[in-house]
């Protein structure tokens, strides 16, 4: 950053108050709400953070917009609770395999599919995730159309198997905060702004030197491999995933609709779409029962129609465009 | 790789649209130090050329040498490893980057490391006149201000030759000149450079030497001033004078 | 005999395809536009189609000219009210804007009829005639010649009209059409109007013999982005014979290989052009 970039030193002591105050209030709520609703709704915020944020990086970063990425969370999820199934292991046990498979698969497929443009991309991730989901409906070894269960009761700590969704909050957290991180750190560097670059003019990134199949490729790879990771935890949280719960192109647009609700490629916009998200689906379904899931998917769709109309960044740029207005007012 | 060898040289070019050879057999041989101007009328070929010479495109035939390897094949990536680097006709500015991290994607080429790049960029800024501009987002530039964009962020990878795609068209005569400058002291600082403009006012005050297309094929070159009295020039033009008027 | 049994359904439902997917593609030729939500379109026009016959009583010679005029209209809507504002957006605007409006149709429709399977009756149209040993069900039959001709029409439409020419123009160029004084708004709407008019009557005639149910549309969409990519982006005449090429190949590999594994091989076929041929197999290079 230049030196006119770098914020005023009082301007930044308050950055770092209000991130560490943020950090304690993520940290501290749960143990300060009772209710095991809300409790686990946090837990399944954080889910979905990480799921978004995983294709953030690709989706938002990079701004190849996948709508199949619950493949690599059907191979995490699928994986987990397969090796359970085959050999009795614990669910977590499985989530190396789901992350060495989807690996394989984004090496395998993301290099034809990533050269293609804008739609035709994503048209290609959606019949890539839905082959994968006829696939495993039609083959018996994978549990077909039924699914697959974990185990029935809990052996060891290690199948994270817990009755109160707390420790699934925390585990949930602590890997969203890793993939975080790690994403903070890229978005800095060479390969953010690369990666920015090619969202934005392909052509003439690669005209600059940016070597945009390599880069677009390796976006591509750490995302399935937290994506995957994503399904082993949900896997492990809920015990069972059959077809639609883990390979259902549903849940790819879920990850979709929170990260462009939050503001697709920034960094806390995933699970700040989340935190919505989340809570309106729960809420709704608690709300009008098994009738609800109708209305829960009318919302999220209203949700990003109203989004890429009036402002396709998201949250985040209605924020800048507040600060950008209060700034103005203000002197 | 002899001192006296071309920089970049094409030869035999031939490109094919279905049965329209847009290119139909043009050489160029571009020494260190030059400034050549590529004119002729519109679908005459030199757009097409030019992108072949950047990498952008790939010949059906004929050869690319740059700084002494064959990269007719090779990626424009790979053109900017090695030194060339180019604009283009419509800016392709990165609009949600401000200036500066526009400029850094190109110096991220030659300085992995975020806070060289950034120092690099900052020199760059400087010495195009993007200084009041550098952190403003790059989608609410003009048309001027993002062609200097384009200008800065290709020198920020550090080439020995630069392509220019109409990198003055759409600007007034004020900007003309303002550009003009712009253009002779990066040629000061001993970049190469290759235009392809319209205005013949930019041809004639800059170019060494000017290359003109017609119907595929060079069908002319040597000093600016000599090239557009040639009577193959003017007949290609249809006898339009070659005036600062673009042929429509 | 069954083969011959086997391509003639396939060739009929191909036709209908061909239709829906007219429409499809004449959108995205014209503005490079994507509409995610053009299966959901042809499962509205069921639902017309179904309303229409259940609840009002009116044969196919009402609801299928009723369910091309609601669908026109909701596509000129759509048009204006969402697509003109995020075609020149960011690509993630441009997918999530008609991927959004998939789901609400698609959820607000569940929401209303649940997610139950419906149907119209079978011998809507008559009885099922046998002739040279082939089966002909009056009501696939019916639906498969007139998207046939449709199809044609619009082609036709297209090529052979002042109204043709003016929307082709702007398609080809759309600054170069407003130089000769053609608004490409209005003809862009048309061109709204026109495609989901195309699922309109498409979804009203499939309706005659498909299952009615709100999640249709997705494996509808996907077939016809398969048939665009196959025909080749904004040709009718190639959507034409991709879709009764997909008909009659998703026919065969359900006879031949199973049901369930007939979106398999589309999908496969889809992946494989998208891959070694993204200009399309009857495209221009």
């Avoid at chain 1, 919505?276 to 009738?291: H, K």
């Avoid at chain 2, 930019?202 to 094929?217: E, P, T, Y």
């Amino acid at each position: 950053m230049s030196a006119a970039t770098i914020p005023t030193a009082p301007r930044a002591a308050g950055r770092w108050v209000l991130g560490v105050a943020a950090l304690a209030a993520l940290l501290a709520w749960p143990l300060l709400v009772e209710d095991e609703f809300i409790q686990r709704i946090g837990a399944l915020v954080m889910l979905s953070a990480l799921s978004a944020s995983a294709w953030n990086l690709v989706g938002g970063y990079a701004g190849q917009i996948s709508i199949g990425h619950v493949l690599f969370f059907g191979c995490g999820a699928y994986a987990s609770l397969l090796g359970f199934t085959w050999f009795e292991w614990a669910p977590i046990l499985g989530a190396p395999f789901g992350i060495a498979t989807s690996l394989l698969l984004a090496l395998i497929v993301g290099s034809p599919t990533l050269r293609l443009k804008g739609h035709y991309f994503s048209m290609a991730t959606i019949a890539l995730a839905e082959l994968a989901r006829i696939v495993v409906v039609n083959t018996p070894a994978l549990g077909g159309a039924v699914g697959v269960s974990g185990p029935a009761m809990p052996r060891s700590v290690l199948d994270l198997s817990f009755i109160s969704p707390l420790p699934y909050y925390y585990i949930f957290g602590s890997v969203l905060a890793v993939l975080l991180l790690f994403t903070w750190w890229m978005s800095r560097g060479r390969m953010g702004f690369y990666l920015r670059a090619i969202r934005g003019q392909e052509r003439a990134a690669r005209s600059l030197g940016v070597p945009a199949q390599r880069y677009k490729l390796f976006a591509l790879l750490v995302s399935a491999a937290f994506t995957s990771l994503t399904g082993s935890l949900y896997a492990a949280m809920l015990g069972f995933v059959d077809p639609d719960s883990g390979l259902g192109i549903l849940l790819s647009v879920k990850m979709v609709i929170a990260a462009a609700l939050g503001g697709a490629g920034t960094l806390f916009g995933p699970l700040v779409g989340s935190a919505i998200l989340v809570p309106l689906e729960e809420m709704t379904n608690a709300a009008f029962g098994g009738g609800g899931t109708g209305i829960t998917y009318v919302v999220y769709g209203a949700i990003i129609v109203l989004i890429s109309r009036f402002a396709p960044g998201g949250l985040a740029e209605i924020w800048t465009w507040l600060r950008a207005r209060g700034t103005r007012r203000g002197g | 790789m002899a001192d006296d060898a071309p920089l970049l040289e094409a030869r035999d070019i031939v490109v094919a649209f279905g049965s329209f050879r847009a290119v139909d057999g043009a050489s160029l041989a571009i020494r260190k130090g030059e400034i050549i101007g590529l004119i002729g009328p519109n679908g005459a070929g030199k757009s097409t050329f030019f992108n072949c010479l950047a990498g952008e495109r790939q010949p059906a035939s004929g050869s690319i040498m740059l700084r002494g390897r064959d990269v007719t094949r090779a990626s424009p990536e790979d053109h900017a490893l090695l030194g060339l680097a180019r604009s283009w006709q419509v800016p392709a500015v990165f609009d949600d980057m401000s200036v500066h991290e526009n400029v850094m994607v190109g110096a991220f080429l030659r300085h992995p490391h975020a806070a060289e790049a950034a120092a690099a960029a900052d020199q760059v800024i400087d010495f195009t006149g993007l200084r009041p501009v550098a952190r403003a987002r790059s989608g609410s530039l003009g048309t001027p201000a993002r062609k200097r964009l384009e200008i800065a962020r290709a020198l920020a990878t550090e080439p020995e030759i630069l392509l220019l795609d109409e990198a003055l068209a759409g600007l007034t005569p004020t900007e003309v000149r303002a550009a003009i400058d712009l253009v002779r002291q990066i040629h000061a600082r001993g970049i190469t450079l290759v235009i392809v403009e319209h205005v013949m006012e930019v041809i004639l005050s800059l170019a060494h030497r000017a290359v003109v297309f017609n119907q595929g094929k060079v069908i002319a070159q040597g000093a600016p001033r000599d090239v557009v009295q040639d009577p193959g020039v003017i007949e290609a033009y249809l006898g339009r004078s070659l005036s600062r008027k673009p042929p429509a | 005999m069954i083969l011959a049994q086997v391509v003639l359904n396939g060739f009929l439902v191909g036709a209908v395809y061909a239709l829906f997917s007219s429409g499809l593609t004449l959108i995205w030729g014209m503005m490079n536009v994507v509409n995610f939500a053009h299966g959901d379109f042809v499962m509205i026009a069921m639902y017309v189609a179904f309303v229409a016959f259940t609840m009002l009583h009116l044969g196919p010679a009402i609801f299928v000219p009723l369910a091309a005029i609601m669908l026109f209209l909701l596509g000129v809507l759509v048009y204006y009210a969402l697509v003109r504002h995020v075609m020149r957006g960011p690509m993630l605007a441009q997918i999530l804007g008609t991927f959004g409006l998939a789901l609400v149709l698609r959820y607000a429709t569940l929401w209303v009829f649940s997610a139950n399977f419906v149907s119209l009756p079978e011998n809507l149209l008559g009885e099922v005639q046998t002739f040279a040993g082939l089966r002909l069900e009056p009501s696939r039959v019916a639906a498969g010649l007139a998207a046939l001709g449709l199809t044609i029409g619009l082609h036709l439409l297209l090529t052979h009209t002042a109204l043709g020419s003016r929307l082709l123009a702007v398609a080809e160029d759309r600054s170069a059409a407003m130089l000769v004084g053609i608004r490409p708004d209005p003809m862009q709407a048309l061109a709204w109007g026109l495609g989901a008019a195309c699922t309109g009557v498409a979804g009203a005639l499939i309706a005659l013999f498909f299952y009615i149910t709100p999640t249709v549309g997705e494996s509808l969409a996907l077939i016809a982005f398969v048939v665009v990519c196959l025909g080749g982006f904004g040709s009718v005449p190639g959507a034409l014979v991709a879709g009764l090429a997909i008909g009659i190949i998703e026919s065969l590999s359900a006879f031949w290989i199973g049901p369930a594994f007939k979106d398999l091989v589309v999908f496969i076929l889809f992946l494989a052009v998208l891959w070694f041929r993204p200009q399309g197999l009857l495209g221009k290079a």
